[in-house]
């Protein structure tokens, strides 16, 4: 049996190693053969130039960006998880405050919580959709509650609705957790757009992906992208001047100029993940597995095909002798990590245990073709 350390060294082989598997989880080459001669002018220029750091590619992205998103401001940071960091730093999110969130995601959303000193308080998730439960969100709130923290994961929108309505009541500041969710929405609105900030992540394998780390974060207030501005330059505003202790954490303007030229075909490479999807669904239907659910409250963009099955394993093998990539995105919920042990002692979260010691994802990106689909769907068949 392979165990789940086994399996999420693998996730990071086929990331890293593109090469090695007939399938990958993401075809990052085939998507470069599309913007090659774009970028490469792009990356030439910028070197022309030598307009290195917050140059005019970085400034043109957080303009299109804002514009996309549909928000007053984008501001380019090193990465998704300094964009959710600055976001609460600037929101006034610090030591001792509470900040609800998810136990079933990528270690960065907590990790940015405990940076700025403040305790990350883990609630349960919806066993259907993966995603934060409202009503976990309400028996979870004390005193101390300063924000929640929801994730888009795997690309569909958490409940914003009733997210939005239970901050309002509570006054609790909302921070969306966007970084698998570039170019999904949820009641019209693009993710990103609703809370009082959000952290956006260009990690090479999400949505929309650099060629290596990036990050945005986006908010509609005026003073939140002021403070966000000087923390991500060392505090300053003009140069050698330092009005607080920030940060050196800028968008690179190199992968600004790819991003550009990927944020262009952003709805395209989202619906070929959406058509991936969709295809996934069909030729599994009738197995005993569960694939995923679209809630209907927004549009997934699929950043992950996450499935439930008790026989797991048997699958997973089965997909790797066949060449096939598949990942288990989580299979150690935030509360069992060993990094969360002091403060999650004794905590259960039964749905995000029983989802992560079940679920596995799929390779999903714009690239894939019906043949490989059927390869694949054809091969979890045969082993179930
Ligand atoms: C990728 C990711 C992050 C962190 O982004 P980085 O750019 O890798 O720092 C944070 N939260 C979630 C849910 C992610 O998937």
Same mark, same amino acid.
């Given at each position: 049996?392979?165990?789940?350390?086994?399996?999420?060294?693998? +996730?990071?082989?086929?990331?890293?190693?593109?090469?090695?598997?007939?399938?990958?989880?993401?075809?990052?080459?085939?998507?470069?053969?599309?913007?090659?001669?774009? %970028?490469?002018?792009?990356?030439?220029?910028?070197?022309?130039? *030598?307009?290195?750091?917050?140059?005019?590619?970085?400034?043109?992205?957080?303009?299109?960006?804002?514009?996309?998103?549909?928000?007053? #401001?984008?501001? =380019? &940071?090193?990465?998704?998880?300094?964009?959710?960091?600055?976001?609460?730093?600037?929101?006034? +999110?610090?030591?001792?405050?509470? %900040?609800?969130?998810?136990?079933?995601?990528?270690? /960065?959303?907590?990790?940015?919580?405990?940076?700025?000193?403040?305790?990350? &308080?883990?609630?349960?998730?919806?066993?259907? @959709?993966?995603?934060?439960?409202?009503? /976990?969100?309400?028996?979870?709130?004390?005193?101390?509650?300063?924000?929640?923290?929801?994730? #888009?994961?795997?690309?569909?929108? /958490?409940?914003?609705?009733?997210?939005?309505? +239970?901050?309002?009541? #509570?006054?609790?500041?909302?921070?969306?957790? *966007?970084?698998?969710?570039?170019?999904? !929405?949820?009641?019209?609105?693009?993710?990103?757009?609703?809370?009082? /900030?959000?952290?956006? !992540?260009?990690?090479?394998?999400?949505?929309?992906?650099?060629?290596?780390?990036?990050?945005?974060? &986006?908010?509609? !207030?005026?003073? @939140?992208?002021?403070?966000?501005?000087?923390?991500?330059?060392?505090?300053?505003?003009?140069?050698?001047?330092?009005?607080?202790?920030?940060?050196?954490?800028?968008?690179?303007?190199?992968?600004?100029?790819?991003?550009?030229?990927?944020?262009?075909?952003?709805?395209?490479?989202?619906?070929?993940?959406?058509?991936?999807?969709?295809?996934?669904?069909?030729?599994?239907?009738?197995?005993?597995?569960?694939?995923?659910? $679209?809630? =209907?409250?927004? &549009?997934?963009?699929? #950043?992950?095909?996450?499935?439930? !099955?008790?026989?797991?394993?048997?699958?997973?093998?089965?997909?790797?002798?066949?060449?096939?990539?598949?990942?288990?995105?989580?299979?150690?919920?935030?509360?069992?990590?060993?990094?969360?042990? $002091? $403060?999650?002692?004794?905590?259960?979260?039964?749905?995000?245990?029983?989802?992560?010691?079940? *679920?596995?994802?799929?390779?999903?990106?714009?690239?894939?073709?019906?043949?490989?689909?059927?390869?694949?769907?054809? @091969?979890?068949?045969?082993?179930?």
């Amino acid at each position: 049996m392979i165990g789940p350390y086994q399996l999420h060294n693998n +996730i990071h082989n086929t990331l890293w190693k593109q090469g090695n598997n007939m399938i990958p989880m993401v075809n990052l080459k085939a998507q470069y053969a599309e913007i090659k001669d774009e %970028v490469e002018q792009g990356l030439a220029q910028t070197i022309e130039n *030598c307009s290195f750091i917050l140059g005019p590619n970085v400034q043109a992205f957080e303009q299109e960006t804002a514009a996309y998103l549909g928000v007053k #401001h984008a501001i =380019g &940071v090193a990465s998704g998880t300094d964009a959710l960091h600055l976001a609460l730093l600037a929101e006034g +999110i610090g030591k001792g405050d509470e %900040v609800i969130t998810t136990a079933f995601t990528f270690i /960065a959303t907590a990790e940015a919580i405990k940076y700025v000193g403040a305790v990350p &308080v883990f609630v349960d998730i919806d066993p259907r @959709t993966f995603n934060i439960a409202p009503e /976990a969100i309400i028996n979870a709130i004390t005193s101390r509650t300063k924000a929640v923290m929801p994730v #888009h994961l795997f690309g569909q929108p /958490a409940d914003m609705e009733q997210i939005e309505q +239970i901050c309002q009541e #509570h006054n609790l500041k909302l921070i969306e957790d *966007c970084c698998q969710s570039f170019g999904a !929405s949820v009641g019209g609105k693009q993710t990103g757009s609703i809370g009082d /900030a959000a952290g956006f !992540s260009f990690f090479p394998s999400k949505n929309l992906g650099g060629f290596g780390d990036g990050g945005l974060v &986006v908010t509609n !207030s005026d003073t @939140t992208a002021a403070k966000l501005k000087q923390l991500r330059n060392h505090g300053s505003n003009v140069r050698y001047y330092h009005e607080v202790i920030g940060y050196n954490s800028r968008l690179d303007e190199m992968q600004a100029v790819i991003l550009r030229a990927k944020l262009k075909r952003i709805d395209q490479y989202n619906q070929g993940r959406r058509r991936v999807a969709h295809r996934y669904s069909e030729l599994l239907a009738g197995l005993p597995l569960t694939t995923p659910l $679209e809630d =209907g409250l927004g &549009v997934h963009v699929y #950043h992950q095909y996450t499935l439930l !099955s008790e026989r797991r394993d048997e699958i997973m093998q089965a997909l790797q002798a066949q060449q096939i990539a598949c990942a288990v995105y989580y299979p150690v919920p935030l509360h069992q990590q060993v990094a969360f042990k $002091e $403060e999650c002692e004794g905590l259960s979260l039964p749905v995000t245990e029983t989802v992560a010691a079940q *679920c596995f994802s799929l390779p999903i990106c714009p690239y894939l073709s019906d043949g490989d689909i059927k390869t694949i769907t054809d @091969t979890i068949k045969a082993a179930l």
